[in-house]
Structure formats: C-alpha cells, structure tokens
C-alpha cells in the first residue's frame, strides 16, 4: 500500500525542474496573485485526468483532497475565479513548451519505438480534426454562417502516435493551407489523406529531402511513363505499380518531376486506393501498408475526444481553449508512457475508466497498472478474544 494517491504519483512522472526553467522563461509566476503556473498545470492535469465538467467541479474536486494536496507540490486548491482568470490571461505557450519538454523526457523512458515497418525514416501522420463549438460563446471560432467549430491540424509520430505539431485554426481553413508551412524533417515520410494533395507543397518537401505517400484525387490528371512489375506470388492486392508524371501544364509546373503511382485492393471496404509517392526504392505493398497506418492518426483524435476533457471547454477565449488543448496534449502522453510500461495488457480506454475512479486511491501505481485485477492477499483469521455475555448450559 502506498503512502500517496494514485494522482500523485501519476504527477511524480512530470519534470518539475524542466517546468521551472520554462516558467522562467515565460514569466509567468511574476506578480503573480492567483494560483502559481505550477498549481495551474495541476489543476489543469487533474481536470484532464478526472474529465470534470466546470471550473466549479474541477476546483471543489480539488479541495475535497485538501489532504493530500501537499504530495501534488500544490499548498491549497484554487478558487473557480482565480482559475478562470489564469486560463485566459497566462500565456499558452508554456503549457505548449511543457508538452515537447515531458515528451523527450518519456520518450526516452517508455517503449514507444513500433517495429511494424523495416524503413528507417521516421513515419509522420498527417491529419486535422473538426470540433464543434457554440458560435454565440466562441465568436473567433468562424466555421460557418450559423456554427462555429476549430481545427486541430495535427502531425503525428508513429512511434507512440504521440504529436509532434500541432496548430489550431478555425474551422475555415483547409488542410492544405497548414501543410504549406510545415518542413519535414529529412529522410522523413509524411504520409496523409487527398485533402493534402498540394503539388507545389509536395515538390517542396522533396527538394528538401523527405518522402510523401498522399491519396490521389480522382481529378488529377497524368500520363504514364513505365510500370514495374508486381509479384506472383505475394501481395495479390496490389493492383498497379507505376511511373507517371503530371500531364496539366500548370500541374506539372507545380511538381516538374517523376512520381510513382500505386493502386491497392482495401478488401474490407471493397474498394481501390489510389496512391501517389516520391519514394521509388520501396515496395508496393510497403506504400499501402504505410497508407493504411494512417488510421493510427483516427484512432488518435478518437482517444482525445472520448477520454479528455477537448470537445467542450472551461473557457471561452482563444488562450483558455489552447492551455486546455495542451493540456490535453500531455495527459495523453502520460496516459501512453504508463501502458508502454505496463505488463499488463491494458487498452487505453479501460486503464483511463481504472485510474479515473482512483484517482485518490493511496496504491502503489506500478501495481496497478501490472496487475489490476489481482485478488487481495488471504488474510489468515483468528478466533475473536471475546467473553460471552451468557453462559448457556445443556
């Protein structure tokens, strides 16, 4: 049995001296009068982590453990003002920061490392998700004439499907107009959806030394150059291997180079999959596989919108919607270094419902997320010293 909850060992993965050095950085704990940047970042860990539904839930869940506020480094829970004052006026990028700073500190710790794919460049996951919002509350979330929502254009690493970019927009934006800023890192591959088909952000990222596997839009035109021959005896869904480029003048403009176009058989949807790529050493079926581990990316947005507290919000300014976006950001990547270093089989979905009833639980955390279900030691009963209150005879 352990001396401290549950929360407070989950908050003794975070790294304190890390947060220190970017809260110097920001200044944000100078003049300060409410809560500390650090109380915050609890408080805001602790919303994720128990998906309260108000500012009022969060801080009275808070003080119904004043007891054990002290393991969590935080002297006293704070007040709904204080916390709703901080998430808007206390800058976003610390929590931003934080996020990058805890994941090359865990991932360095946790076995994120997939060996589904033999390549050696880092796999990329390019995606965006809409959420909904209540235009008459969020007036800068611009979607349409009567809805407001925002976009979370995200880029995911494969290796624990974890962020590596993240920009939120709107809901006007396209996908394509974020893309336009990104650079890949080199000898990287992007791999996304058609909504991504941008030939000159494409041939950029070629010049500069990284691959892309993109679904073709049914609307581009091009004429081939060679096909490569396919397998016999392996890999009998993949339909056409070849060599193209565009044929539209001012397509070919855009992305003057050779592409190379594989057509793959999804038996599970029946239907065929279009793909275009820069990367010509690669097999076939090494590009559709790598096209059908963008679901990953799916399944991501589909975690953080069903576990975290991320499609309603406890603020209604732009800074507050960030500070809980990144938030968000870093209980998901505590939530993945814990199953990474669980024996046990957990999925996610089942280990945040466990941890979310116990959060103030005082168990040993490694424990639990090895053996959850283990029954409790027997425990060996003696006979009760006790006189009788009345002696029966025969």
Not at 263 to 281: G, H, P, R, W
Not at 292 to 314: G, M, P, T, V
Request: net charge positive; charged share 25%.
């Amino acid at each position: 049995m352990a001396n401290v909850t549950l929360f407070a060992q989950i908050m003794q993965t975070l790294d304190r001296p890390g947060f220190k050095k970017l809260v110097k950085k920001y200044s944000s704990d100078k003049h300060v009068k409410g809560i500390t940047s650090w109380t915050h970042l609890v408080t805001m860990l602790f919303c994720q982590f128990s998906k309260l539904s108000s500012l009022r839930d969060v801080c009275n869940g808070l003080k119904s453990s004043s007891g054990n506020l002290n393991h969590l480094g935080v002297n006293r829970a704070p007040c709904k003002s204080s916390l709703s004052y901080q998430n808007k006026h206390r800058e976003w990028g610390l929590f931003k920061d934080y996020y990058f700073v805890m994941m090359k500190k865990l991932a360095a710790m946790g076995r994120f490392r997939q060996t589904r794919f033999r390549i050696k460049s880092k796999i990329l996951l390019l995606d965006s998700t809409t959420i909904s919002l209540c235009l008459g509350l969020y007036d800068w979330a611009k979607f349409r004439k009567k809805k407001g929502a925002i976009k979370l254009h995200t880029l995911l690493d494969y290796d624990g499907c974890l962020p590596v970019f993240i920009q939120m927009t709107d809901g006007k934006p396209h996908d394509s107009t974020v893309a336009k800023t990104l650079s890949l890192p080199a000898d990287s591959v992007v791999v996304a959806d058609r909504a991504y088909v941008d030939f000159p952000t494409l041939y950029r990222w070629k010049t500069e030394g990284s691959y892309f596997v993109i679904r073709l839009k049914k609307s581009v035109q091009f004429k081939r150059l060679a096909e490569k021959p396919l397998p016999d005896n392996r890999h009998q869904h993949i339909l056409i291997d070849e060599y193209v480029e565009l044929s539209k003048p001012e397509s070919y403009k855009n992305y003057p180079a050779k592409l190379r176009r594989v057509v793959a058989y999804d038996a599970e949807k029946d239907q065929t999959i279009e793909l275009i790529t820069n990367q010509f050493s690669w097999t076939a079926n090494t590009i559709s596989e790598l096209y059908r581990a963008r679901w990953d990316i799916e399944q991501f947005f589909k975690d953080i919108k069903q576990l975290l507290k991320i499609k309603s919000f406890l603020g209604t300014t732009t800074n507050a919607v960030l500070i809980q976006i990144w938030t968000a950001m870093i209980t998901i990547l505590i939530l993945k270094y814990m199953k990474a270093i669980a024996t046990y089989g957990w999925c996610l979905s089942n280990m945040v419902a466990f941890l979310r009833v116990n959060l103030f639980v005082k168990f040993d955390l490694q424990k639990l997320l090895n053996e959850p279900f283990k029954p409790p030691e027997t425990v060996v009963e003696t006979a009760p010293i006790q006189m009788s209150l009345f002696e029966w005879g025969d």
